[in-house]
């Protein structure tokens, strides 16, 4: 069975960190993750991606500069850091792989990846 489970997520201040990580269980590492997140009363929204050995990284325009995608494919995990933290970054974040040995073409289509997470709640305080 695959799970995808999401972790690091909590509440900290503007300007703030926080590092978020998804560990992936019964499926290969070969394959594109990526981050979405949902906030309240929004549409869901990529965040970031990475190719399976993070030669290929995504970054949505909202957060570049600011968060960095990472993985450990040994521990078939993938890291979100997050830095310069707003309140608008407040929301639900997902993690999502996709099929193994596909490179999505355009990485923030939800729709190019096959799992998915649960998600792990960040709130922004100003």
């Known amino acids: 069975q695959v799970q995808l489970v999401e972790s690091g997520g909590g509440s900290v201040q503007a300007g703030g960190s926080l590092r978020l990580s998804c560990k992936v269980s019964?499926?290969?590492?070969?394959?594109?993750r990526g981050w979405f997140r949902r906030a309240p009363g929004k549409e869901r929204e990529a965040v970031a991606g990475?190719?399976?050995?993070?030669?290929?990284?995504y970054y949505a325009d909202s957060v570049k500069g600011r968060f960095t995608v990472s993985r450990d494919n040994a521990e078939n995990t993938v890291y979100l850091q997050m830095n310069s933290l707003k309140p608008e970054d407040t929301a639900m974040y997902y993690c999502?792989?996709?099929?193994?040995?596909?490179?999505?073409?355009?990485?923030?289509?939800?729709?190019?990846?096959?799992?998915w997470g649960k998600g792990t709640l960040v709130t922004i305080s100003s």
């Open positions: 990475i190719s399976t050995f993070g030669t290929s990284t």
């Open positions: 999502a792989a996709a099929s193994p040995n596909y490179l999505p073409p355009y990485p923030g289509n939800p729709s190019d990846y096959t799992y």
């Open positions: 019964g499926y290969t590492s070969r394959n594109y």
